[in-house]
């Protein structure tokens, strides 16, 4: 089946640090989400990419649909202490499920 | 407030026992989903719903059952035939845009945390 392929698995970095996480699929998508996951919770949708090479900005944070559509990247700007937590990104082709990387655990230390 | 709420929050399950996890949802979405979340682990579909009285298994059945009486309801059973129910269950709901293609948003609920006596 499809996989995504979500890297890194996590980080570490230091508070003001700019952040840069990314997605790969072995398919063509049609739409890329990106979610926040805090501790215990569900997912919170961040930002939703639905035309390649569309870029896009939420705040600090900043993501694109790749030109290939087999990829897509979140960048997160001078990192502050709450944005710790696991990045996700999601996609689907047209007709399917979304499914979903593993994640990204981002910790930011000030 | 308009969302999506699952209940209990915590809950345990003994051998053999079967459970159910709620999902209710008052956004007036058309789809709602059930994923499951082991540690380090992505999202996993289990079941999902794009109409009442419809649903479509996912990735991992196995082992569940749900239903869809109601538009605003998708209750989940863990059965005993699920051996390894641990894990941390969210709930999800989209609206399903006719003439814009599968452009999904999903919505999630605070999850439950499904553990084993």
């Known amino acids: 089946g499809q996989q995504l392929n979500q890297s890194p698995q996590s980080m570490f970095i230091q508070e003001g640090e700019d952040v840069s996480m990314n997605c790969t699929s072995s398919s063509i998508f049609n739409t890329w989400l990106w979610y926040k996951q805090d501790p215990g919770e569900g997912p919170v949708l961040l930002i939703a990419?639905?035309?390649?090479?569309e870029l896009t900005s939420n705040g600090r944070l900043t993501a694109q649909f790749g030109i290939t559509r087999k990829d897509s990247f979140l960048n997160i700007s001078a990192s502050i202490p709450s944005d710790v937590g696991i990045y996700f990104c999601?996609?689907?082709?047209?007709?399917?499920?979304?499914?979903f990387g593993k994640g990204t655990t981002l910790s930011v230390s000030s | 407030d308009g969302g999506i709420t699952q209940s209990p929050k915590y809950l345990f399950r003994k051998e053999g026992q079967n459970v159910t996890l709620s999902c209710e949802q008052n956004l007036n979405h058309d789809a709602m989903y059930w994923y499951r979340q082991d540690p380090g682990q992505g999202l996993r579909l289990i079941y999902y719903s794009q109409i009442v009285n419809d649903f479509q298994k996912g990735d991992i059945a196995e082992g569940y059952s749900v239903s869809r009486e109601k538009k605003e309801s998708f209750p989940l059973t863990v059965t005993s035939a699920q051996k390894n129910p641990t894990a941390f269950y969210l709930c999800a709901s989209s609206m399903l845009t006719p003439g814009q293609g599968r452009r999904e948003k999903l919505f999630f609920g605070s999850g439950t945390q499904l553990s084993v006596l």
């Open positions: 990419l639905y035309k390649a090479g």
């Open positions: 999601a996609g689907n082709q047209a007709g399917t499920a979304l499914i």
